[in-house]
T-cell receptor
Framework: EDKVVQSPLSLVVHEGDTVTLNCSYE??????LLWYKQEKKAPTFLFML????IEKKSGRLSSILDKKELSSILNITATQTGDSAIYLC???????????FGKGITLSVRP | NAGVMQNPRHLVRRRGQEARLRCSPM?????VYWYRQLPEEGLKFMVY????????ESGMPKERFSAEFPKEGPSILRIQQVVRGDSAAYFC?????????????FGQGTRLTVV
């Protein structure tokens, strides 16, 4: 069975800190890895990663995939209270485009 | 371009009633996915549909649950004879194409509470 494990499960930091969120996976047919941010509503798409070693960046957020280590990290620099959310890692596997999600990482940014 | 629209946002049903959850994909998207999120759990895949076709329903319980995506109108997730364990947030996502190289966009979800 495909598995996606995120760590840590929760994290509390102060504004201005830099955080690194981890996602590791065991899947039989990797296609791509996605990161989402979920506040009290819809998961919002952040990044899609398909190739190892190529960093994707959007403002203070960046992410990279390591297919050798079967993992990905999501970095957030200069955190703000608005970054408080659950960060979800998900993988596309197999032929039918379904996403397998991890349980998510709850990030709390204190002022 | 409106995003993925789900309604209702909140739904309360008594045990034994039916719940109907609706999802209108983003304009131009013909692929719809339903996911369920239980408290403290990640999103779990339920079913993947294209217009008039169920492509993958491997995540959907065999009984009481059904889904459709008709030629016209929204996708519907139907839960018959609801039980307390069906209480969860149900999210719909849509994508432009099949395959793992197109990102999926999520709706706001329907929070079902069974009392």
């Amino acid at each position: 069975e495909d598995k996606v494990v995120q760590s840590p499960l929760s994290l509390v930091v102060h504004e201005g800190d830099t955080v690194t969120l981890n996602c590791s996976y065991e899947v039989t047919n990797f296609r791509s890895l996605l990161w989402y941010k979920q506040e009290k509503k819809a998961p919002t798409f952040l990044f899609m990663l398909t190739s190892s070693g190529i960093e994707k960046k959007s403002g203070r957020l960046s992410s990279i995939l390591d297919k050798k280590e079967l993992s990905s990290i999501l970095n957030i620099t200069a955190t703000q209270t608005g970054d408080s959310a659950i960060y979800l890692c998900a993988l596309y596997t197999g032929a039918n485009s379904k996403l397998t999600f991890g349980k998510g990482i709850t990030l709390s940014v204190r002022p | 371009n409106a995003g993925v629209m789900q309604n209702p946002r909140h739904l309360v049903r008594r045990r034994g009633q039916e719940a109907r959850l609706r999802c209108s994909p983003m304009k131009g998207h013909s692929h719809v996915y339903w996911y369920r999120q239980l408290p403290e759990e990640g999103l779990k895949f339920m079913v993947y549909l294209q217009k008039e076709n169920i492509i993958d329903e491997s995540g959907m319980p065999k009984e009481r649950f059904s889904a459709e995506f008709p030629k016209e109108g929204p996708s519907i997730l139907r839960i018959q004879q609801v039980v307390r364990g069906d209480s969860a947030a149900y999210f719909c996502a849509s994508s432009q194409g099949q395959g793992a190289l197109t990102e999926a966009f999520f709706g706001q979800g329907t929070r079902l509470t069974v009392v």
